[in-house]
């Protein structure tokens, strides 16, 4: 599902409101997820999951097309983690479909 597929069906669940104003709704929640992280900090929505930043530390690594070794910088990278709820209905999910 694309940000658009989200805004789209966010619209068609709910008939008052707008596309413009579900686009907004969509926006908004992913920039504030966005700032929290960037201020590093942890976001976590009960039911669905919580998103962190994982470090990676500096490390040597090789380019694959020459094979000459390159200095990989440090960095914190987002990562997701599906929370309880989320996992079971997923999981449900994919055993009916089987």
Do not use: W
């Not at 920039?31 to 919580?50: K, M, P, T, W």
């Amino acid at each position: 599902m694309t940000r658009s597929d989200l805004i789209a069906a966010l619209a068609s669940r709910f008939p008052k409101l707008m596309v413009k104003d579900a686009e907004i709704a969509v926006k908004e929640i992913l920039d504030a997820i966005e700032y929290s992280l960037a201020q590093g900090n942890r976001v976590e929505i009960r039911g669905f999951g919580c998103f962190s930043l994982n470090y990676h530390p500096a490390r040597t690594g090789r380019n694959p097309k020459s094979g000459e070794k390159v200095n990989v910088a440090p960095k914190y990278v987002p990562h997701f983690k599906a929370g309880k709820e989320m996992r079971e209905r997923v999981e449900v999910s994919e055993t009916a479909r089987i």
